[in-house]
């Protein structure tokens, strides 16, 4: 089945040390987002990839990093930098296209303790 | 992206129509109407959407006011399982891939 993958679902991390989410699609989709999530918030827009080699920073990006070598791969990492790490990561597709939706993982939620 | 302004909650009783109004006054030509809803802890899915034409698919109703600077999405019989988050964005598409977000509204559907 076509869709978007994030692992793992529950993350459990130090203080101090920095994290990988992944995010995987199999939907061709040319654009993928993450977004972060705090309880009672809405969905907060961290670094987005509209194509290959190619990411721009979103609205929250400082403490994160991103890559973006394979078109079904946009892995984000929580860097140590990062004051406030613990929250719910959702990551996203979306193809190119005057009208076109998102479809999103069912979300990572990380914990630092 | 056009702002999108939504109220926090809304309370609505099983069986009844559950009108969720949204306020994109700054809306510009080309930005169509979004609509996503997210059950707790799970990824949005995504709802309906229009450029200024009422739109109905089998989840839902999109009516968009004739100058496109406010929305109302229906849920014509709600259910326990539509309580949820919905959300409201404008975005237009094409090359234009931010999509942001705001807080969207705490559906609440009681028995």
């Known amino acids: 089945d076509g869709g978007i993958t994030q692992s793992p679902k529950y993350l459990f991390r130090k203080e101090g040390q920095n994290v990988t989410l992944s995010c995987e699609q199999n939907l061709n989709h040319d654009a993928m987002y993450w977004y972060r999530q705090d309880p009672g918030q809405g969905l907060r827009l961290i670094y987005y990839?509209?194509?290959?080699?190619?990411?721009q920073k979103g609205d929250i990006a400082e403490g994160y990093s991103v890559s973006r070598e394979k078109k079904e791969s946009f892995p984000l990492t929580v860097t140590s930098a990062q004051k406030n790490p613990t929250a719910f990561y959702l990551c996203?597709?979306?193809?190119?296209?005057?009208?076109?939706?998102?479809?999103f993982g069912q979300g990572t939620r990380l914990t630092v303790v | 992206d056009a702002k999108t302004t939504q109220p926090p909650s809304m309370d609505c009783a099983e069986g009844r129509a559950a009108n969720l109004p949204c306020n994109h006054s700054?809306?510009?030509?080309?930005?169509?109407v979004y609509w996503y809803r997210q059950i707790h802890s799970q990824g949005p899915q995504y709802i309906i959407h229009g450029l200024k034409n009422n739109e109905t698919n089998e989840m839902a109703s999109l009516i968009i006011t004739e100058d496109r600077k406010s929305s109302t999405l229906i849920l014509p019989h709600a259910t326990l399982r539509d309580t949820a988050v919905y959300y409201c964005?404008?975005?237009?598409?094409?090359?234009?891939?931010?999509?942001?977000f705001g807080k969207g509204t705490l559906l609440t559907v009681n028995p």
């Open positions: 700054t809306i510009s030509g080309n930005e169509y």
């Open positions: 964005i404008v975005n237009s598409g094409g090359s234009n891939y931010k999509l942001t």
């Open positions: 996203a597709s979306r193809d190119r296209g005057r009208f076109t939706e998102a479809f």
């Open positions: 990839s509209q194509i290959v080699n190619d990411f």
